[in-house]
């Protein structure tokens, strides 16, 4: 079901203890509030049942920033979908770029760690897009198509209703440099016609489809105005919680 989204991503900050208080004080101040949107709160592995058990989870819930491609076994270091789901976390976040470029995550890394998301009952926010080069020679709209082919349109029409997709630009994540509303608008309506012509409309009128990068509370409420884009994946402005309620308080 379509549903506007504003999901922090964390990523490798804050310490167990900063976390729990970063998350006490998000709830704190969407408890009073009358909320338009869905909250996730993407936490790093150690944080996550500490975090779930301090907030309110019919309004927050909270999120992985990755799992395993693998089922259990030997894997030292990994994680897998069912460790994550048995926190209490209900979602993960999968192909953040900087997985894809550090961390060496093709899209067929992806599709097994999709798999596993869907199996253990998570739901996937699932990110694509482009890097700068990409964009400045329009290969853009291709990018994201065959990062969304590759990785997910393996799946049924019913699980790829399970999946959130989270278009985040390389070039505008962390740096300050936004993409327009219009240019959010231009490739979040690509990205829902091509779901559009796999799955139908149905579906694609189904799926939140968020932006990231350098979302801030400035420029939310213009991204969060368009037709196609269903709430954001905050990085930096998910740090401090009054920044990060601003960009919630958008919609
Ligand atoms: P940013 O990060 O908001 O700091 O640009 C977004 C993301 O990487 O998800």
Redesign the pocket.
Known sequence: MRKNIVAG?W?MNKTLQEGIELAKEVNALVAGASLKCDIVLGTPYVHIVDVVKSVDGSKIGVAAQNCADKVSGAYTGEVSASMIKSTGANYVILG???RRAYYGETNAILKEKTDLALANGLTPIF?IGEVLDEREAGKHFDVVKSQIQEALFHLSAQDFGKIVL?Y?PVW????GKTASPEQAQEIHAYIRKTLADKYGDSVANDTSILY?????AGNAKELFANPDVDGG??????LKAADFFAIISAF
């Open positions: 991503n990523k953040h770029s900087e990110c989270a985040e505008a994540i962390g740096t990231g990068g350098s979302c801030n994946l905050i990085g930096g402005a998910s």
